[in-house]
């Protein structure tokens, strides 16, 4: 290394050493900062867990919050009129920016879109400057109530960031801002008239409020890890089961139903009687098949796969099982949906297709997935002998699809002449729809 720099031409080697010297200036300057981030609680606080349908409620409430301060100040301004352009002039580009950033959060929101920490965080910190601006631009220390709109944003930044330590460097930013916007602008602080302890009071509010919602966010944090952690364990109790079955029960009653159709073939038609019975005992065979790929094929659900995946292969063993042709169709893109909520619709379609299969005498089944821009709705239809007029009170199936669909916070819809002829029965949710159970 040292000759083939030797080699160079002398000008070419001054710069190379002056840019490796900026490069090792450069190096010792990150290992410095990121060595000071850790040291405070600043690395790895993006990684940590957090609760997606948290930070959608979070982020709501902040973007309805801001909502009623600007309408607030409308009515305070229409309820004492005041020169417009003597008074309020300063605060234009804040509100106006105001409004813009709340706006676009709240198409974000109403759009289904990616909701993260760092976007919530983005959004406290330009509130802060928009109202340190608006401070800056009034009366400084002097204004009777704008310093109170900073305790919402650190109870954000105490909701949002993880670490206790953070959240206090936050709350010292925010502390400074004001603390300097106070001693320049406007007529100061009056010492004459004790102002600094008022100042000094508001500061201390500053760091209790952080404080304080930092440590109760991180016992629901600890809460929710929990339940995650306990519905992670429930889950791969449901895949061990769900295998077991599979190795066992699922494979005997298949070797059973296989015995079954062998004898039916064989009695041929000289015993009717017979070959009636064997066929009701093939079919219950079938059923009881049928009914034990409902725990096996939920395990995908529960290791992840989209609804209309788990639905697809469903649909493919209902016709390998029943040999009655049964196909899925899927129209839009599937939203991103909680595990509880993937597993109850799963469990309707599969209760749908016991009713096909048992009750309506179908020949054709067909399972459609309909992910619109408000509702996501789920249609199972037949082309048998359609339902009775009191089909709700036979068994327990409807009754159970139903509650299932109100969980869910949906409706079911049953037509006793569908599309195809028999009965359809459609489920349908809010697209916006998403339960407490974890991903």
Same mark, same amino acid.
């Given at each position: ?331 839009? %893109?599937?939203? +991103?949906? =909680?595990?509880?909520?993937? *597993? /109850?619709?799963?469990?309707? !379609? ?5 009713? @096909? ?18 509702? %996501?709705?789920? +249609?199972? =239809?037949?082309?048998?002998? *359609? /339902?009775?007029?009191?089909? !709700? ?5 409807? @009754? ?40």
């Amino acid at each position: 290394m040292t000759r083939r720099v030797r080699d160079i031409h002398p000008r070419n080697q001054r710069c190379f050493e002056r840019e490796t010297t900026q490069v090792s200036r450069y190096s010792r300057a990150v290992l410095l900062i990121t060595s000071a981030a850790g040291a405070i609680g600043m690395m790895g606080w993006e990684h940590s867990d957090g609760d997606p349908d948290g930070l959608r409620f979070l982020a709501r409430t902040f973007v309805w919050a801001r909502w009623f301060i600007l309408a607030f100040g409308l009515v305070l301004w229409v309820y004492r009129p005041v020169d417009w352009q003597e008074t309020f002039a300063v605060y234009v580009p804040a509100i106006l920016l105001f409004v813009g950033l709340n706006g676009y959060t709240h198409y974000r929101l109403a759009t289904e879109k990616a909701v993260t920490r760092g976007w919530i965080l983005l959004n406290a910190t330009l509130d802060v400057f928009i109202l340190s601006s608006a401070i800056a631009a009034g009366e400084g220390f002097g204004h009777d109530y704008l310093h109170l709109l900073y305790y919402p944003q650190l109870a954000g930044y105490a909701v949002v960031l993880t670490s206790f330590r953070l959240t206090m460097v936050c709350a010292t930013f925010v502390a400074v801002l004001y603390l300097v916007i106070s001693l320049t602008i406007g007529d100061r602080i009056d010492t004459a008239g004790t102002e600094e302890k008022t100042l000094f009071a508001r500061i201390c509010v500053m760091f209790a409020v952080a404080a304080i919602v930092n440590i109760i966010a991180k016992f629901e944090r600890v809460r929710w890890r929990q339940a995650v952690e306990r519905e992670r364990e429930q889950q791969r109790e449901r895949v061990e089961f769900s295998q077991s079955i599979h190795d066992t029960t699922a494979q005997l009653a298949y070797m059973i139903g296989l015995g079954v159709d062998t004898a039916r073939a064989q009695a041929g038609v000289a015993n009717p009687e017979l070959a009636a019975t064997l066929e009701a005992t093939s079919r219950l065979s079938r059923s009881a098949i049928w009914e034990l790929r409902h725990p096996i094929n939920v395990g995908g659900i529960y290791e992840g796969r989209t609804l209309g995946s788990a639905l697809k292969s469903h649909a493919a063993n209902f016709t390998n099982v029943t040999s009655v042709p049964c196909e899925l169709t899927q129209t839009g %893109v599937e939203p +991103s949906l =909680s595990t509880e909520t993937r *597993g /109850l619709l799963f469990s309707i !379609a599969h209760n749908a297709l016991t009713n @096909a299969y048992r009750h309506a005498q179908a020949s054709k089944v067909a399972i459609h997935l309909a992910c619109e821009k408000e509702e %996501v709705r789920l +249609s199972v =239809s037949d082309n048998g002998i *359609g /339902l009775p007029g009191d089909y !709700a009170q036979h068994g327990h199936g409807f @009754a159970n699809m139903d509650g299932d669909a109100l969980r869910l916070g949906g409706r079911l819809v049953v037509e006793e002449s569908g599309a195809m002829g028999g009965a359809t029965v459609t489920c349908v949710i809010p697209r916006g729809w998403s339960s407490s159970t974890p991903q």
